[in-house]
Every structure is written in C-alpha cells, then in structure tokens.
C-alpha cells in the first residue's frame, strides 16, 4: 500500500464515544475517499473529499463526519460510536484519471 | 440501490480451471470498469481494468470481457491458482465520479 497508510490499524471503544480514523497519504492525490466494507455489502463509500476542505457526502455519511485541513491528511470521525459502526474501514486515494489505490484499513469494534 | 450488481457471492473453483465472476449495471455515463483482488487482512488493489471501446482485455490469466450493448463485464481467471483464493470485487465509474463497487465474490481455489 505504498504512499498511503491509515491508522490505527485495530481499535476497539465503547458506545457513546468519538473515535477519529486517519488516512495520510504522500502520493499528492487530489481525491480521498473513506468506504466501509461489511459482509454482504462489498465497498459502500462514506465519504470523499476533492480537495483541501472540500468534502461531500457518500452513500453511508449518517453519524460519521470527516475534515481534509491538508492535501496529505483525510481524518474520519464517529461522534458518538454506535454498534452498527463495527466495521473495517478503508481510505483510499485516486489522482485524476488513475483508479483507486486503497489503504490497509482500520478494523473498529464497538463494544 | 446496488449500482453494479456482481455474482455469484462465492465461488470454488478446481486448480487449473477457469474461475468466471459476472457484473453488471445500468448507468451508460459509466466509462471505467476496474476489478480489485483483495487478500485476506489486506486492501483491495487493483487488478485489471478496461473501457468500453474495446470488448476484451487480457493481462497475463486475468481477463476481462466486456459487453456494452447488455451492460455487463466479466473477469476470466484461467489456470485458476491456490494463490488467487480471495475476494473480487468489479466496480465502474464515471468521469471525474466516484467508483460504485459490487458486492464482491469469494473465490477459493483447491488444490
């Protein structure tokens, strides 16, 4: 996964409480994206940003938020972590015309 | 709802046979279709992909057939591996959009 790294890799947090995700990337990518993978649902996208404090929402936004202060940083937060929330979560990075170059992922459990 | 729709969920295939996972979709803005390979613990990366101005492309066992008049593609594994057991997803996207993934297929190859 060469110019993108996320962190943590593995975390577990109680219900109730904020948890913020972290992608950084080194490759100078305009666009950054946050997808969760659950069983049965493949790749669903949270949410992407096309530039420094430029995000929108994805198919799966509710209770997630996300900030982009600098090109190389993506960071996705939980306000309020839900059981629903268990998941991995990968970040991933595309230039203009190239496909997407995905993260390791973060597996969260929320207990 | 699913933008592109893959099948089947799973699938064992012998050693040196041919494995074949099937995608579809319904938006025609759709130019780039990718297929990811994702090994256990690890992100999905990107393994073949094509454009709808041609209706094959091979790389090595892995190919693609692509057929725009009915909106589906498909990824051809020949001489099937143990090595290539892992989850497929297919994906399309439009220009300058986001990527719309598939459900994505468990393939697992015996020896």
């Given at each position: 996964d060469a110019g993108i790294t996320q962190s943590p890799r593995h975390k577990v947090t109680e219900t109730g409480t904020p948890v913020t995700l972290r992608c950084h990337q080194t490759?100078?990518?305009r666009y950054m994206y946050w997808y969760r993978q659950d069983p049965g649902h493949g790749l669903r996208l949270i949410h992407y940003s096309y530039g420094v404090k430029d995000t929108d929402k994805g198919e799966?936004?509710?209770g997630y938020s996300v900030s982009r202060s600098k090109t190389e940083d993506f960071l996705l937060t939980l306000e309020s972590a839900t059981s629903s929330q268990t998941s991995v979560y990968f970040c991933a990075i595309s230039g203009v015309e190239d496909g997407y170059t995905f993260g390791s992922g973060t597996r969260l459990t929320v207990v | 709802q699913q933008q592109v729709k893959q099948s089947p969920q799973s699938l064992i295939v012998q050693k040196g046979g041919i494995s074949i996972i099937n995608c579809a979709y319904e938006n025609t803005a759709f130019d780039y279709f990718p297929w990811y390979q994702q090994f256990p613990g690890k992100g999905p990366a990107l393994l073949i992909a094509i454009r709808p101005d041609v209706s094959e492309k091979k790389e090595g066992r892995f190919t693609i057939s692509f057929n725009k008049s009915a909106k589906q593609f498909s990824l051809h594994i020949m001489d099937?591996?143990?090595?290539?057991?892992a989850t497929y997803f297919c994906a399309a996207s439009s220009p300058g959009n986001q990527f719309y993934f598939g459900t994505g297929t468990s393939l697992t190859v015996i020896p």
């Open positions: 490759e100078n990518h799966v936004s509710d | 099937s591996q143990p090595g290539d057991s």
